[in-house]
């Protein structure tokens, strides 16, 4: 895992002020007595970080480490520099994104050039808050979301997490 970064505490304290008021839903109308369950979502960041990445042999693999079949991986330490949350696979040495399954077409052969082991990308992080109240069972789940998107030499590249997992208290995600 990661080293708690600045930015951290900040999302985390921002995380921690609670829900939001009555239903746990951003611009809910107020309800008396709310039944049932109510999820929303709440965009706190969404940010562009340009970077420049090394693409050979050791950082652009097929792999299945973290997933149900191999997919076409680059590995990019950067990542842990701009993010909250660890997008670092089991086993890799380095945080990754991931474009999809690999096949004939799209695998390192498709990514790697020897003649241009770097890349120009524009990395972009979108960090969600998840809010999910329960009004039956009186119970409150709040967690971040964040997800990576770039796209390198023409190939659309995604990596997701879920984390800072938090239960406050009922009262506090449906108080005014």
Do not use: W
């Amino acid at each position: 895992m990661s080293p708690p970064r600045s930015a951290s505490s900040v999302l985390f304290a921002i995380l921690l002020l609670g829900c939001h008021a009555d239903t746990g839903l951003p611009g809910a109308p107020a309800t008396p007595a709310a039944t049932g369950q109510a999820l929303g979502e709440t965009v706190l960041q969404d940010a562009t970080t340009p970077m420049t990445i090394v693409l050979d042999e050791s950082t652009v693999r097929c792999s299945a480490a973290d997933y149900s079949a191999t997919f076409l991986k680059v590995l990019i330490p950067q990542i842990a520099e701009v993010t909250l949350l660890d997008h670092t696979n089991a086993g890799a040495p380095a945080p990754c994104i991931a474009a999809g399954p690999c096949t004939e077409t799209m695998s390192p052969a498709s990514i790697v050039d020897p003649q241009r082991a770097t890349e120009a990308i524009e990395l972009r992080v979108l960090r969600t808050e998840v809010t999910a109240v329960d009004h039956d069972q009186r119970t409150c789940h709040v967690s971040l979301r964040e997800e990576l998107f770039t796209t390198i030499r023409g190939v659309a590249f995604y990596h997701l997490r879920n984390g800072l997992d938090r239960e406050p208290a009922y009262a506090d995600c449906v108080a005014p």
